[in-house]
């Protein structure tokens, strides 16, 4: 069974922090890496997707993939309460599917 | 403008009677995907297609069923089998296939109660 943790949370951190968001996965055939941001009833919106070992910026989001390892990281520098929201975690294993950590709960205070 | 449509936003149903979830994509992508999510928990894949004419069961397709008649439409039918509806159902598309290819993006989702 493929699976994807994510500590639920919630992650507390001030407005102007960095927030680090941890996922680790279990298969090692695993090929391409994606944050959603899902904020409180709506659906998940992709933020950055990762396929090379190392670090992919992105405005204020950083993606860093370590695959010796099998952990995927999203920092989000300079925290803003509109961060506030659930980021989950997907990975592929070049099949069509997905598969979804449950998610971390991220708070942001002002 | 380009994306995923799902329609109706909220739906409400009497137990016993099958409902039918509508999933429109104008991205030209191959594959569409339904999913379901309950409070506190992650994303459960129920049916997925790859082309036209053609679907695949997920993890809990048990009580529900699709088609795929068309590239751009992906209904899906929550039947009285289904034991627990009441969830929040998310439609989604991929290209399918080739580099990069296997980003996922949602509709803004159907939410199901059946009281």
């Known amino acids: 069974q493929k699976e994807v943790e994510q500590n639920s949370g919630p992650l507390s951190v001030p407005e102007g922090a960095i927030a680090s968001l941890n996922c680790t996965y279990s298969d090692r055939g695993s090929q391409s890496f994606f944050w959603y941001r899902q904020y409180s009833g709506k659906s998940p919106e992709l933020i950055m997707s990762?396929?090379?070992?190392g670090d992919k910026e992105d405005g204020r989001f950083t993606a860093q993939l370590n695959k010796a390892s099998q952990y995927v990281s999203l920092l989000i520098r300079d925290s803003q309460p509109s961060d506030s929201a659930t980021y989950l975690c997907a990975v592929n294993d070049n099949t069509d599917k997905l598969i979804f950590g449950t998610g971390t709960r991220l708070q942001v205070f002002p | 403008d380009g994306g995923i449509t799902q329609s109706p936003k909220y739906l409400f149903r009497k137990e016993g009677q099958n409902v039918t979830l509508s999933c429109e994509q104008n991205l030209n992508h191959d594959a569409m995907y339904w999913y379901r999510q309950d409070p506190g928990q992650g994303l459960r894949l129920i049916y997925y297609s790859q082309i036209v004419n053609d679907f695949q069961k997920g993890d809990i397709a048990e009580g529900y069923s699709v088609s795929r008649e068309k590239k751009e439409s992906f209904p899906l039918t929550v039947t009285s089998a289904q034991k627990n509806p009441t969830a929040f159902y998310l439609c989604?598309?991929?290209?399918?296939?080739?580099?990069?290819?296997?980003?996922?993006?949602f509709g803004p989702g159907t939410r199901l109660t059946v009281t």
């Open positions: 990762i396929y090379s070992n």
């Open positions: 989604a598309s991929s290209r399918g296939g080739g580099e990069n290819s296997y980003e996922q993006y």
